[in-house]
């Protein structure tokens, strides 16, 4: 039962005074189911995460590639699941280094058949997750009043229990006492985590509230025919002005919840055009399609003006967090580092919306953990709707295809292709180097080849089938005549081929 629906909009001006103290502070501003065969496909690599998972998980690309297949496969078992055991559900988590296993936990021993037989792990546990969640909210009522019995809680459905980090034992071990719960239900676990909020239309590129304050953009919404963005509640207060990356004026916080939520959103004007496009640090970007909830142990990636694009796994949810300007529930766990300016930037698994990040502890040269305020409430609460590319697609990115004498558009269905020039062909009078590049929507996957005619068939003499949306040819070959095959082996795009030819 959510505790955040009365949104609060009175000043959270006490946040800047505290952007560098050593305690925990909350981001501050620096100065119908889809067939599992098909969203393998469609939601493979998103550019720019296979890297950041190697980078940040430890990960060969292959394994990267292996575990988001994995995610995608298992997920709508997990929800099958959960919804045929019903109040015996303990929790789902993935494990292995892939993500190969999903592990659901059931209070029944009964359920290890029904399980097993959907190629899940069964694990039999003494507490239901209904049962952990409504402990976890007493100890919120109790510890939250007491400054040092544990700033952070969360369901740790690994371990059946609650979890309560702190630095100091024996007053955490008193509240627990005090709050009347099943103590053998609660773990106390040492842990020197001192959460600050990150504060500082694409999501994870800066705005700026007044002259110094910078935080990081959510995701793009809409209400009504207004555009707008979510983002952390705390950046700013109802009617705070905003202007964005470039210092141009860009809009008004029409609603901020901090704390007991940390969740906002802004109303844009009309020289703002929001995207369903999250940055993904290395000058591209990454779709949002929609904002299904990913299973604890998923792998989530954050983008933030100050560090951009770093990726984790999601630890636990429910997690509440007692920041010095008061207690911020129902958030959700990460090793995903962060730092100052991050604060309301977006977090993404694979192409689904997560949510917007709240704070964190530790930073992005030694490690971190991050909370992040989970989408879903934000856009119910404010009767928002998130912006996808089911409902407008973004037009495909021509920076890296310029230049080229010349150039044909066209635009795939999955597993369609098409030959360029115009369904023809054009002829090479001379030896020399063939160039093709090839753009469409990130997010999507397209394969250009090169063909030349011998006489009988066309040969195919050059191949660029990697993953992604984005693809260049470059071949040596003598004079002939030569086409192109534009294919789309997975979503839907219009794309841009230019070529030259000797």
């Given at each position: 039962m959510s505790r955040r629906h009365a949104v609060t909009t009175g000043c959270v001006l006490a946040i800047a005074a505290l952007t560098l103290?050593?305690?925990?502070?909350?981001?501050?501003?620096?100065?119908?189911?889809?067939?599992?065969?098909?969203?393998?496909?469609?939601?493979?690599?998103?550019?720019?995460?296979?890297?950041?998972?190697?980078?940040?998980?430890g990960l060969t690309r292959e394994q990267a590639e292996e575990r988001l297949a994995n995610e995608i496969r298992l997920a709508p078992i997990e929800a099958q699941v959960r919804?045929?055991?019903?109040?015996?559900f303990g929790g789902a988590w993935y494990t292995g280094i892939t993500a190969r296993t999903l592990v659901v936990a059931t209070t029944s021993a009964a359920d290890i058949a029904r399980l097993t037989a959907l190629g899940v792990r069964a694990e039999v546990v003494n507490r239901s997750l209904k049962e952990l969640q409504a402990i976890k909210k007493e100890l919120d009522v109790t510890l939250a009043t007491r400054p040092h019995a544990g700033r952070v809680r969360y369901v740790d459905v690994r371990?059946?229990?609650?979890?309560?980090?702190?630095?100091?034992?024996?007053?955490?071990?008193?509240?627990?006492?005090?709050?009347?719960?099943?103590?053998?239900?609660?773990?106390?676990?040492?842990?020197?985590?001192?959460?600050?909020?990150?504060?500082d239309l694409v999501g994870g590129t800066p705005y700026y509230v007044g002259v110094t304050s910078r935080c990081?953009?959510?995701?793009?919404v809409t209400r009504g025919t207004q555009n707008g963005f979510v983002s952390a509640g705390h950046c700013g207060k109802v009617g705070s002005a905003t202007t964005g990356f470039n210092r141009v004026a860009q809009g008004v916080f029409q609603a901020s919840n901090f704390?007991?939520?940390?969740?906002?959103?802004?109303?844009?004007?009309?020289?703002?055009?929001?995207?369903?496009?999250?940055?993904?640090?290395?000058?591209?970007?990454v779709t949002v399609a929609g904002s299904k909830e990913a299973i604890e142990g998923a792998s989530v990636c954050r983008s933030g003006s100050t560090t951009d694009w770093h990726c984790g796994i999601i630890q636990q949810r429910n997690a509440s967090i007692t920041y010095p300007q008061g207690t911020v529930f129902e958030l959700v766990r990460t090793n995903v580092c962060a730092e100052s300016g991050d604060s309301g930037g977006s977090f993404i698994s694979i192409d689904q919306a997560q949510g917007v990040t709240s704070g964190g502890s530790g930073d992005c040269t030694s490690g971190g953990v991050?909370?992040?305020?989970?989408?879903?409430?934000?856009?119910?609460?404010?009767?928002?709707?998130?912006?996808?590319?089911?409902?407008?697609p973004p037009p495909p990115n021509t920076g890296t295809c310029t230049g080229y004498a010349q150039t044909v558009t066209g635009t795939l269905?999955?597993?369609?292709?098409?030959?360029?020039?115009?369904?023809?062909?054009?002829r090479a009078t001379a030896v020399g180097v063939h160039a093709g590049c090839l753009d469409a929507y990130e997010g999507v996957d397209f394969d250009l080849y090169l063909q030349k005619w011998n006489g009988r068939v066309w040969d195919t003499v050059a191949t660029a089938d990697g993953l992604g949306a984005h693809k260049k040819i470059s071949y040596t070959g003598p004079p002939g005549y030569y086409r192109y095959r534009v294919l789309s082996s997975s979503g839907f795009s219009p794309y841009v081929l230019g070529y030259r030819s000797p």
């Open positions: 103290t050593a305690a925990p502070v909350v981001a501050q501003p620096r100065t119908a189911e889809t067939p599992v065969a098909v969203a393998v496909a469609v939601r493979r690599s998103p550019p720019g995460m296979i890297e950041a998972l190697q980078r940040d998980l919804e045929q055991i019903g109040d015996r371990n059946n229990k609650v979890a309560v980090l702190s630095s100091e034992s024996e007053a955490t071990e008193h509240g627990i006492e005090a709050a009347g719960v099943d103590t053998e239900a609660v773990r106390v676990v040492p842990s020197k985590e001192q959460p600050r909020l990150l504060h990081s953009i959510g995701f793009s704390p007991d939520s940390d969740f906002g959103w802004v109303a844009v004007n009309g020289d703002w055009t929001p995207k369903p496009l999250v940055d993904n640090g290395t000058g591209g970007t991050t909370y992040f305020q989970p989408i879903g409430e934000i856009l119910t609460t404010y009767g928002l709707s998130l912006m996808t590319t089911a409902d407008k269905n999955s597993e369609q292709s098409a030959y360029q020039p115009d369904n023809r062909h054009y």
